[in-house]
């Protein structure tokens, strides 16, 4: 996607997430767009492929393009969840968010626990260390993001990966943005995952990622 593209995703994005333009706003077309954007109707036309692709436009029999009911937006996306999360956060979605972290990724954990050879829990204690070490929030955050999708990669199944994968960013981008990136309990929480990882301890490491996905529920609350 070219520049001009995904700087309209955004834009139409971040509209339609802050209900600027709600799921009963008047239809968008490839050349209203370009108009309003300043670009191309190519770079028009692939910026509404990409909305289609995540669920927030929708094209009807007659080729209008309207903006989609947010049960029907990708939120699994990256992009989507970024708009949601961090850019124009609420509670509703935070709550959503870490609820389904809580139930999906100590499933994950158990699975890595059980699975994690000495190079992965190597890997995961580096990727603490660059946690401790990080000079800034937006360092910590990208550190535990790191974390946790190669957490999830450990447990050998790449379909509960993929699930997790786009929401960790975006909640520890939304920590950050909210409370504070970095706190001695995220740190120590992180320090329990490795532990248990190490002892092969599928119990133990899913109850210190519930701990994380309560901790950071409380971090998110608006």
């Known amino acids: 996607m070219t520049s001009p593209a ?18 009963a706003a008047p239809s968008l077309s490839v050349e209203l767009l370009a108009a309003q954007h300043g670009c191309t109707l190519d770079e028009a036309r692939a910026a509404l492929c990409a909305l289609e692709q995540r669920g ?9 393009r309207r ?15 970024s708009a949601v999360l961090v850019r124009w956060p609420s509670a509703i979605f935070d709550r959503e968010a870490v609820e389904a972290v809580r139930l999906v990724a100590p499933e994950a954990a158990r699975l890595a626990a059980a699975r994690a050879q000495r190079g992965d829990v190597a890997a995961l204690a580096g990727i603490l260390e660059r946690m401790r070490r990080a000079g800034d929030d937006d360092a910590f955050a990208a550190a535990e993001a790191d974390f946790h999708r190669t957490l ?14 786009p929401l960790h960013p975006a909640l520890a981008s939304a920590r950050r ?8 309990l995220t740190i120590a929480l992180h320090e329990r995952i490795v532990e248990a990882i190490r ?19 409380s971090r998110l609350e608006r």
Do not use: C
């Not at 509209?15 to 333009?21: C, D, H, I, R, T």
């Not at 999830?152 to 994968?165: C, I, K, Q, T």
């Not at 943005?177 to 001695?184: E, S, T």
């Open 6 to 23: 995904r700087r309209i995703v955004t834009e139409v994005l971040d509209a339609v997430v802050a209900g600027a333009l709600p799921a």
């Open 56 to 64: 927030i436009v929708r094209a009807d029999a007659d080729g209008e």
């Open 67 to 81: 903006i989609e009911a947010s049960d029907r937006w990708k939120l699994l996306d990256g992009d989507v969840a």
């Open 152 to 165: 999830a990669l450990v447990s050998g199944n790449r379909f509960l990966a993929a699930m997790l994968e």
């Open 177 to 184: 943005a909210g409370a504070g990136g970095r706190n001695a």
């Open 199 to 217: 002892d092969a301890d599928p119990d133990a490491t899913a109850l210190a990622v519930e701990d994380y996905a309560d901790h950071l529920g």
